[in-house]
């Protein structure tokens, strides 16, 4: 139904920036919120941001506020992750995520991505 590619990735030093994009494919109604997760090696997968259809509603994980942002073109069924001050603990491979509705919590998603990968260097 939905189908989701990432795009973007790669190596960076610290203090660098990247600027992940994510294309999405299938129906609108069911990626009406559309985010990013990632997931370190040895770690558990974790949110970063999501934005719902028209842009007004953002949530950034903690970790990466002030530093990230989230950006989506529906024209052109683009969502795009801009990455600047990256750190060390910033790499991981990060997804892109999409569904219906904007739930209370970010934790469930319906459509998932591949994965790009992100590798910071210090």
């Known amino acids: 139904q939905v189908q989701l590619v990432e795009s973007g990735g790669g190596l960076v030093r610290a203090g660098g920036s990247l600027r992940l994009s994510c294309k999405a494919s299938?129906?609108?109604?069911?990626?009406?919120?559309m985010g990013w997760f990632r997931q370190a090696p040895g770690k558990e997968r974790e949110f970063v941001a999501r934005v719902n259809w028209s842009g007004r509603s953002i949530d950034y994980a903690d970790s990466v506020k002030g530093r990230f942002a989230i950006f989506r073109d529906n024209d052109k069924d683009t969502v795009d992750l801009q990455m600047d001050d990256l750190k060390p603990e910033d790499t991981a491979v990060y997804y892109c995520?999409?569904?219906?509705?904007?739930?209370?919590?970010?934790?469930?998603?319906?459509?998932w991505g591949q994965g790009t990968q992100v590798t910071v260097s210090s």
């Open positions: 995520v999409g569904d219906s509705r904007w739930t209370a919590r970010p934790e469930v998603w319906d459509y």
């Open positions: 299938g129906p609108t109604f069911n990626r009406n919120v």
